[in-house]
C-alpha cells in the first residue's frame, strides 16, 4: 500500500524553526517528484516547495528565503526545513507525491494526511 507519512508538525513562536518529514513508500519515492503544499483555515490549498527526483527546486513566493526542501533517496524521505516562521504560516502541510507513468504503468498523485503548524506567541 502506498503511503505518505508526515511528522513535525507543532506549536511554534514566531522567528522560530520547525522541520517537517514525509516518509514515503519506495516504490512512490525515487522516480515521483515531491511537494509540500499547504491550507489555512478559509484558503484554498496552495504550494510551498516541490522538489523534482533530480533534485531541482521551487518555492512558493510568500516562503522563498525561508524554507527549503530537500530529499534522502537513501530513507525515501523529504523534508522542509521552516525558518523564521510567522503567524501567516499557521496551516496544515501536506505532503504530496507527483504523477509518475513509465513504460512500466503510472503512479501518484498521492497526498499525505497533513500534519498542523501553528505559529503564535
Known amino acids: 500500500q502506498v503511503q505518505l507519512v508526515e511528522s513535525g508538525g507543532g506549536l511554534v513562536q514566531p522567528g522560530g524553526s520547525l522541520r517537517l518529514s514525509c516518509a514515503a513508500s519506495?516504490?512512490?519515492?525515487?522516480?515521483?517528484?515531491m511537494g509540500w503544499y499547504r491550507q489555512a483555515p478559509g484558503k484554498e490549498r496552495e504550494l510551498v516547495a516541490h522538489i523534482t527526483s533530480s533534485g531541482s527546486t521551487n518555492y512558493g513566493d510568500s516562503v522563498k528565503g525561508r524554507f527549503t526542501i530537500s530529499r534522502d533517496s537513501s530513507k525515501n524521505t523529504v523534508y522542509l526545513q521552516m525558518n523564521g516562521l510567522k503567524p501567516e504560516d499557521t496551516a496544515v502541510y501536506y505532503c504530496?507525491?507527483?504523477?509518475?507513468?513509465?513504460?512500466?504503468?503510472?503512479?501518484?498523485?498521492?497526498w499525505g494526511q497533513g500534519t498542523p503548524v501553528t505559529v503564535s506567541s
Open positions: 504530496h507525491a507527483d504523477r509518475y507513468c513509465s513504460r512500466r504503468g503510472c503512479n501518484g498523485p498521492y
Open positions: 519506495g516504490s512512490i519515492f525515487r522516480d515521483n517528484g
